[in-house]
């Protein structure tokens, strides 16, 4: 037995491990009981540690095609985006739709439904796949194709439909390694809703929110617009070698801070620093892919940040129509409550899809708190206002939301269970994320 | 030998982790890899991976370390000598096992040393007449002093490491550099479910990429992680008349 816990480190469950190296590994695996895949453990919550068997996927970890022409990938589902990236960037591809890490696995992100700061134009990761092979109740292998019912319930599904074992999917032919940003200060938070309305046609867009301040300026913000640079938007010196960006070094965090290293004041310190430090440079510049979509990669550990008690993710999507009093809602909730989110994301979501993903046509907020009484009991005033404003919650970011609250929010649970139990897998493919959840 | 490395690149018990860990190492230097294992059915995933991310040539080969009568032959038979040889061919058992039953003791004795040093005596043998190339020997911390918990293994690794030790003396001079891996303990199939201490526990990768620059450097033994030099060092320092009593 070993004690194993998501990202946030928060809430460790005791949990068997075993490492899958084929797919006669996860057969194994299921002939001894209930069990959950887990990627590289990048999911927040409990959704990949079981009260049962944790099957480590990294051991299949294999890239099985590629088509150079249409950027095709065929891979098993230990594979690493980074590793994507390393492979094919160099060549001209670059993934479709990546979250704020490259250190998540294939399998994760399907079963997330992962998106990124393209969703509202383009949707999750789901939408670049065109089938999954899951290894169902019955110890057989699936190819669920794009379209299919399986497909549908396996993207986003957590891994509950079965074990993920190999994926095709699609990547974006890019011209560099670069991308050109155009970072946009706002001073209210209805001010940054109308820059990201109005700017629906960047291909990629992101706002952070400084959450500390109240008052009139509360939700003012740095909107964050992105495309992939072109050869022409490279300076000369650098369109001989389009795909060589600057080598980062990887820092490490050795011990947990003290949960005290992380407090009311250095989150206050470090969102009014981030807000002008942004505002001192506005307008057009090329980052370098790595920078740009994953900031906090740079450090290896960032998680110990928050200390032993870890830290826990709140992100919930709210419907268009209520986006802008439900997001007024939500901060007015944090900032009366005295926490603050050291780093608060707003985005705008594109159309919904498959039948149990995330992302509903609107707008997304994530938040990180540390783990405490204050942080867990702001948390519930948080779901009580998504729940008012029809919105949904990310169970790829979840580890302590009330059952209740998740029926509340999500009338396709109901369908879910029922595909679970129709299909054995309700008794089979169990994480303490789905036990908590009644899923 | 230093500088770029060049291949192909053979690589013996290519089924196991740390295989594939120095296959991947090497092929995103661009070198062609031979894999070579028992059942090479098994490495079809394997050659794929390889092609898909390095566009590098990949070849399968049979070979059973147990049957040194076939050796010559195997090495013959591959498409081209290779420039580097990396032995990762072992096997571990049970040690009360092994120690209760000699059968068992012998196929670890055999498995760790006498299939590892004959096909690397072949090679070695090809690559002194050629004038050049690298033989690596991934051997083990566990063959640097005998202990109770596991000297089946350890003393088989033994006379694997004092072998490397006497090709690489042999060979020093005729353009064949051999290399003595002693990993300590690695994450790999061969350690799961142990309880290992995270400080000397060692990732795959990192041993693939340890072995990449030791090949590139011309490093004789290397530790893939410095304190198991430390740590080895105080094991060997203990007197024999203490150090039976204890259990380490």
Partial sequence: ?439 | MSGAVKGPVLILGAGSDIARACARAFAARGCAIQLAARDPARLEADRADLETRYGVAVSLHAVDALEVESHEDVVARLPDLPMVAICAVGLMGDQDENAGDMRRAALVFRSNFEGPASLLGVLANRMEARGSGTIVGISSVAGERGRASNYIYGSAKAGFTAYLSGLRNRLAGRGVHVVTVLPGFVATKMTEGMDLPGPLLAQPDEVGRAILAAVEKGRDVIHVRRIWRLVMAVIKAIPEGIFKKTSI
Wanted: glycine residues 12%; hydrophobic residues 45%; proline residues 5%.
């Fill in chain 1, 1 to 439: 037995m070993t004690r194993l816990s998501g990202w946030g480190r928060f809430r460790p469950v005791e949990t068997r491990v075993a490492k899958a190296r084929g797919e006669a590994d996860v057969a194994a695996a299921l002939a001894g009981g209930p069990l959950i895949a887990r990627g590289n453990g990048r999911a927040y919550g409990d959704s990949a540690v079981s009260p049962g068997l944790t099957l480590d996927m990294r051991g299949m970890d294999r890239m099985l095609s590629f088509d150079p022409v249409r950027g095709v990938l065929v891979a098993e589902a230990g594979v690493l985006l980074a590793d994507v990236i390393a492979a094919f960037l160099p060549r001209g591809w670059f993934p479709a739709v990546t979250p704020g890490t490259k250190f998540v696995s294939l399998g994760g992100a399907i079963a997330a439904d992962v998106h990124g700061k393209n969703h509202h134009l383009d949707g999750g990761f789901g939408a670049f796949v065109d089938w999954v092979e899951v290894m169902g109740a019955d110890g057989k292998i699936a190819r669920a194709e794009a379209g299919s019912d399986l497909f549908d319930w396996t993207v986003g599904g957590m891994g509950l439909t079965g074990v993920i074992l190999r994926a095709q999917i699609r990547l974006r032919p890019v011209e560099t390694g670069w991308i050109v940003q155009d970072m946009r200060a706002t001073q209210t938070l209805a001010a940054t809703i109308d820059m990201m309305e109005a700017t629906n046609d960047a291909p990629y867009s992101v706002a952070w929110l400084d959450c500390v301040t109240q008052g009139a300026m509360m939700g003012r913000g740095l909107v964050m617009l992105g495309r992939h640079a072109r050869l022409e938007d490279l300076p000369r010196e650098k369109r001989r070698k389009p795909f060589a960006t600057p080598k980062k070094p990887v820092l490490r965090l050795p011990v947990d801070l003290p949960a005290a290293a992380l407090n009311g004041v250095t989150r206050r310190v470090f969102n009014a620093g981030y807000y002008w430090n942004g505002r001192r440079k506005p307008g057009p510049r090329l980052v370098d892919w790595d920078s740009y979509f994953y900031p906090l990669d740079a450090i290896l550990d960032w998680n110990r940040g928050y200390g032993r008690a870890g830290f826990v993710q709140f992100q919930c999507a709210l419907p268009q129509e209520a986006a802008r009093p439900g997001m007024a809602a939500l901060l007015g909730a944090i900032a009366a409550s005295g926490e603050a989110s050291v780093l608060s994301v707003l985005k705008r979501f594109g159309a919904e899809r498959g039948r149990f993903s995330f992302p509903m046509a609107g707008y997304t907020l994530a938040l990180d708190f540390p783990a405490n009484d204050r942080s867990l009991k702001l948390m519930e005033r948080l779901d009580a206002i998504t729940l008012d404003h029809g919105g949904r919650f990310y169970l790829a970011k979840d580890a302590r939301m009330p059952r209740a609250v998740m029926e509340a929010a999500d009338p396709r649970v109901a369908a879910f269970r029922a595909m679970r139990e129709r299909s054995g897998a309700a008794g089979l493919f169990v994480s303490a994320q789905s036990e908590r959840l009644g899923l």
